[in-house]
């Protein structure tokens, strides 16, 4: 079974500082995503990494895929309080089907 | 640009009574998958339907049931309901089976409450 760890479980940062969560298995992924869902709604695609090594950049966010396509990471920059979520890490397994990590409930404090 | 919806978006049963959750994909979109959500939980998924076929299945009760209709609609059914299966339940939809590489697309969520 694939499992993905995330790490912290929760984070509660004042505005402005920068912050790091990660995404971690044992187990080779296809590619890596990271989704950002808000209380009551369905998860919002944030990005999707394929290559091992590969780093994407989304405004103040940058996420960044292992070279062995084992684990993610992703950071913020100058966090703000529209950052407020759960981010969830989820890898695409060999039936194509998602399988999605615990989540890391982030508050950033104004 | 038109979303995956879902409806109804609250849902309130009763004990061993019946609910049908339904989910419509993006125009185009020809994959479908359920995933349940409890509190303070990850989404875990239940089943996916591939050109109105099933395509995989998760740890998914048997008092559930899906299927994909030929305007590539699903609908989740489920029966004797339990106080346990209180969750969001998502639907995501995607062209073809590339889910894994392109990413999903959630609807909002049906949050079903059983009392």
């Known amino acids: 079974t694939q499992l993905l760890e995330q790490s912290p479980q929760f984070l509660s940062i004042q505005e402005g500082e920068n912050l790091t969560v990660y995404c971690n298995s044992s187990s080779v992924f296809s590619s890596l995503q990271w989704y950002r869902q808000e209380p009551g709604e369905g998860p919002v695609l944030l990005v999707t990494?394929?290559?091992?090594?590969e780093v994407k950049k989304l405004k103040r966010l940058t996420f960044q895929f292992g070279d062995a396509r084992k684990d993610s990471s992703l950071h913020i920059t100058a966090a703000q309080p529209g950052d407020t979520g759960l981010y969830l890490c989820a890898g695409g397994d060999r039936d194509d089907k998602i399988i999605f990590g615990k989540g890391t409930r982030l508050h950033i404090l104004p | 640009a038109a979303g995956v919806i879902q409806s109804p978006r609250h849902l309130i049963k009763e004990k061993r009574e019946t609910a049908t959750l339904k989910c419509y994909p993006i125009?185009?979109?020809?994959?479908v998958y359920w995933y349940q959500q409890g509190p303070g939980q990850d989404p875990q998924f239940l089943i996916s339907f591939y050109e109105k076929m099933q395509s995989d299945k998760g740890i998914i009760p048997d008092r559930f049931s899906a299927q994909q209709f030929s305007d590539y609609h699903s609908e989740l059914n489920m029966s004797s309901l339990e106080l346990g299966d209180s969750a969001l339940y998502f639907c995501?939809?995607?062209?073809?089976?590339?889910?894994?590489?392109?990413?999903?697309?959630f609807g909002s969520g049906t949050r079903l409450t059983v009392v």
């Open positions: 995501a939809s995607s062209l073809g089976r590339r889910g894994a590489l392109g990413g999903y697309t």
């Open positions: 125009p185009r979109h020809d994959t």
């Open positions: 990494v394929v290559t091992g090594g």
